[in-house]
Structure formats: C-alpha cells, structure tokens
C-alpha cells in the first residue's frame, strides 16, 4: 500500500519567494497533520485537519504561512513569503481515527 | 496539557548490550504513548504503541517498552542492539481521540551502536 507522499523530496529557493509543499494522504485516513523539524525546536506540530477542516493551527508560525485541503486526498502547506529561518524539514503524516499517525519521507527546504 | 520528556540528547551502546532509552509523560486525560525511530533522511517509523491495554507493548525489530502509570514513563528497551539500530527515536503521547488527537514529541534521542 501506498504511504503518504510529499513533494518535493528538496526544495531550495530564494527568499521572498513562495513556497509550496503538497501532501498526499493514506487512502481512507481522515486525519493530516503538518509538522516542521529543526535542530533547534524538534518537532512542532503545525496544524491538522479532520475530515478536511482545520482543526487546531495554534502551531502555525505566522500569517506567512497557511495550509489547505481541497479534498480527502491533497493537502498544501504554503509559505508566502518565505525567510531563511523557514529552512526545516517540513512532513506531513495522516491517521485515521486520530489515533497512529504514519509520516512522509518530508520535504528538506533551504531558503537562501 | 500533555509533554514528554526524554532524558539526554545521545545514548551509545556496543553492538550486542542492552538499549535503554528513557521517557517520561505528563497527561491530564488517559494518555496513548508511542515510540517512532527516524532514520537519516527518511520519515518517522512507528515503532509501537500503547492505547491502554497490556502494559508491556511488542514493537517492531526487537524493541518493547512497559507503561508505568505510577512512574509515568514509557521507557524502551532492546535486549541486544545490531548496528543498524543505529537511528534517532522520539517519544510520543496524545489523548485518545478526537480533540486530543495531537501528538506531542519529545525533544528526540540518538542512538549510538559501536562495533
């Protein structure tokens, strides 16, 4: 079965400039999360949805940032616009139940 | 509110010793515990889970880990480590369902197998 996809694996871009990165759930998961990884702060959990509405997006950083999804199988997380302290490991994960979340491979963004 | 603390940021062992890593929870509500490994570039692996029924929990790869409510910790074991245990492992606690689905991570521990 196909785990949850991201893309893209590698994103490095200038600042100012806009970010997006997409998510593909598990099928039949009603549950996406957004989290963002660095060495400074670990893992922070971003936002996540139920049954495609935004749940909780108290993790969100800015207003820079905002995340979407359209339907059960596609999320974005956008970044507008987008300043070196946004470089991180960004993963999505899903659930269904709300209960064991399964992770992306992530996406490495260098913001330069 | 919920955390997770896990002691240390590095824990090395020789190939064939015991694996040890430790951690503590902090729930106000009935608490689900996990333990996922990440390897370098690579996502979280879910590693094994406790949801409230046998205290001691059978993961992947050898690993389990015992619930202490009176502790409040969840510390994972291996009796003999192989080299490629060789990762970093997070901690992990939510409620049950619902609205307290979130998943709160410990800050992560790496772990060391020498030769």
């Known amino acids: 079965d196909a785990g949850v996809i991201q893309s893209p694996r590698h994103e490095v871009t200038e600042m100012g400039q806009e970010v997006t990165l997409r998510c593909k759930p598990i099928?039949?998961?009603?549950?996406l999360f957004w989290y963002r990884q660095t060495m400074m702060r670990g893992l922070e959990l971003l936002i996540y949805f139920n049954n495609n509405v935004p749940i909780d997006d108290s993790g969100m950083p800015e207003d820079r940032f905002s995340a979407k999804m359209p339907n059960a199988s596609f999320s974005t997380l956008k970044i507008q616009p987008s300043e070196p302290r946004d470089s991180a490991v960004y993963f999505c994960?899903?659930?269904?139940?709300?209960?064991?979340?399964?992770f992306g491979d992530g996406t490495r963004l260098s913001i330069l | 509110a919920q955390s997770v603390t896990q002691l240390g940021s590095h824990v090395s062992v020789s190939e064939g010793a015991l694996v040890l890593l430790r951690c503590n929870y902090s729930s106000s509500v009935p608490p689900y515990l996990f333990w996922y490994v990440q390897y370098p570039n690579q996502g979280l692996q879910l590693l094994l889970k406790?949801?409230?029924?046998?205290?001691l929990v059978k993961g992947i790869n050898g690993f389990e880990a015992e619930f202490k409510k009176s502790e409040t910790s969840f510390h994972l074991t291996k009796p003999s480590a192989h080299m490629s245990d060789a990762a970093e492992y997070f901690c992990a606690v939510s409620g049950p369902t619902g609205a307290n689905s979130k998943l709160t991570f410990g800050k992560g521990i790496t772990l060391s197998v020498r030769p």
């Open positions: 994960a899903s659930s269904l139940g709300g209960t064991t979340q399964h």
């Open positions: 099928s039949g998961h009603d549950y």
């Open positions: 406790y949801t409230s029924a046998a205290t």
